[in-house]
């Protein structure tokens, strides 16, 4: 029934860091109380946060730095609790996001053995506890100083839209030819099949739900986080059981119930010094292809497509918003990654995909897949969360993005947060207005950007 080739190879996810989980709360000895709730300031400001120890005892001493854009440093201190409290601060001086880490560097039990963490790098003793979701001692804060104002780090190549727009033509050329096969699902009043399309370079997976009735439906398409990995079937059927005609994508080509498939353990490295080669090209082509399956379908509504994903899924939303923006009603993205990807080579630090900064060819090339160089074709209102201690997504970046965008846009700031993965707790503002936009827009309601 399919024309799949099953892939019999297994491959670890991408990221390492985008594997972990926290399992129990990790202890705090630092509180961090910020001069501004919000956690954003005006240039001339002073940023700044009151240390006390807590709510667990202070076993360590501790040191700081801050850092512009967590790539330059721009002041170091100690703390000093003797008197109860202490505090960090700096005049903020330019748009920028301001980035502190607090690490431990002595043990003041006198115990000189190696905490439960484990010993740390070279041998030295480890330590326990963070706020940063990594149980290695490491605390963080962060602050944004005029984030509208935070601009882009390097030019948009002049040829991009030339690049994209013919690679749309050629795909545009090579015949859908939609292949499903159905899936039988415990969510009652729902129809689900896997789908298979093919494309430019790749075919496209995935599962489709749409309620078992007659009718046309308001679309939903996820796209996905990074790594390796089988897509949940049931996802697809609750969410086709709120009303949505919904198209959950895989990021490869494989069987999305497929948990490996032959793709490689560093797909995100992959042809990265070529623009024709990268393994992303594909990708994002991929995700175009299910946008044009989906107008093909008569029962998708005509009017409301909605993009939704987290992390590199939040990265792939922006990008589907900005190639086809005269197809997308919102786009709702929590921690979207691939932005800013030269920050590195400008005083900013990057994240993923982590695409090395000293070779001018894989920069050259990461231009072409970079969020913010799709943000300024975005038409469509875009909600978008970030942590202020994100090293996964830098929030530089996504303001970056955000920045480009002439439309109507929506954030949702966490300050207390890292990758929504490490710290999932302090990062739910995001996911919770996803669902309230969600609940909206499947009713026929309009996303308005607060």
């Excluded at 923006?325 to 709702?332: N, V, Y």
Aim: glycine share 12%; with cysteine; hydrophobic share 35%.
């Amino acid at each position: 029934m399919t024309r799949i080739r099953t892939r019999t190879l297994f491959a670890i996810l991408a990221t390492a860091s985008l594997c972990l989980a926290q399992r129990s709360p990790i202890d705090q000895q630092l509180t961090f109380a910020p001069y501004h709730g919000s956690g954003i300031y005006d240039v001339g400001e002073t940023v700044g946060w009151t240390v006390t120890p807590g709510p667990v005892m202070s076993t360590y001493a501790y040191k700081w730095t801050i850092r512009r854009n967590n790539a330059v440093v721009l002041k170091e201190g100690k703390l000093d609790l003797s008197s109860g409290k202490d505090k960090i601060e700096i005049s903020g001086d330019q748009p920028e996001m301001v980035y502190v880490a607090i690490e431990p560097y002595a043990n003041l039990t006198g115990d000189t053995s190696a905490p439960a963490g484990g010993p740390g790098r070279g041998g030295a003793p480890g330590y326990t506890g963070g706020n940063t979701g990594r149980n290695t001692g490491l605390y963080a804060v962060g602050a944004a100083v005029a984030p509208l104002k935070i601009g882009l780090s390097t030019p948009r190549p002049g040829d991009f839209d030339a690049f994209w727009d013919g690679k749309l033509a050629a795909q545009a050329k090579v015949p859908i030819n939609p292949v499903l096969t159905k899936v039988e699902t415990d969510v009652p009043g729902v129809e689900l099949s896997m789908f298979v399309l093919d494309g430019l370079g790749s075919q496209t997976h995935g599962y489709i739900a749409k309620p078992a009735r007659d009718g046309k439906f308001p679309a939903l398409i996820q796209l996905q986080y990074a790594g390796v990995y089988a897509l949940t079937a049931r996802v697809a059927s609750q969410r086709a059981s709120e009303g949505w005609l919904f198209i959950n994508v895989d990021s490869h080509d494989k069987l999305p119930s497929d948990a490996g498939g032959n793709i490689p353990r560093s797909y995100q490295a992959v042809g990265n010094t070529d623009r024709e080669k990268s393994y992303f090209l594909n990708m994002y082509l991929r995700d175009s292809r299910a946008l044009d399956y989906l107008l093909t379908r008569p029962d998708w509504d005509g009017k409301t497509i909605v993009l939704t994903g987290g992390s590199m899924g939040g990265q792939q939303s922006l990008m589907l918003a900005g190639l086809r923006p005269e197809k997308i009603t919102a786009a709702l993205v929590c921690v979207p990654a691939g932005a800013d990807a030269n920050g590195d080579l400008h005083g900013r630090k990057a994240g993923y995909p982590n695409w090395p900064s000293d070779n001018p060819d894989v920069m050259k090339t990461a231009l072409y897949f970079d969020t913010v160089n799709f943000a300024s074709r975005i038409k469509a209102p875009v909600m978008a969360g970030m942590g202020f201690i994100d090293t996964i997504s830098p929030p530089a970046g996504v303001w970056t993005a955000l920045n480009q965008i002439s439309g109507p846009k929506e954030t949702a700031p966490t300050i207390e947060s890292e990758h929504d993965n490490l710290t999932p707790q302090k990062g739910r503002a995001c996911p919770a207005r996803t669902r309230e936009l969600l609940d909206l827009l499947v009713r026929g309601g309009e996303f308005k950007p607060n």
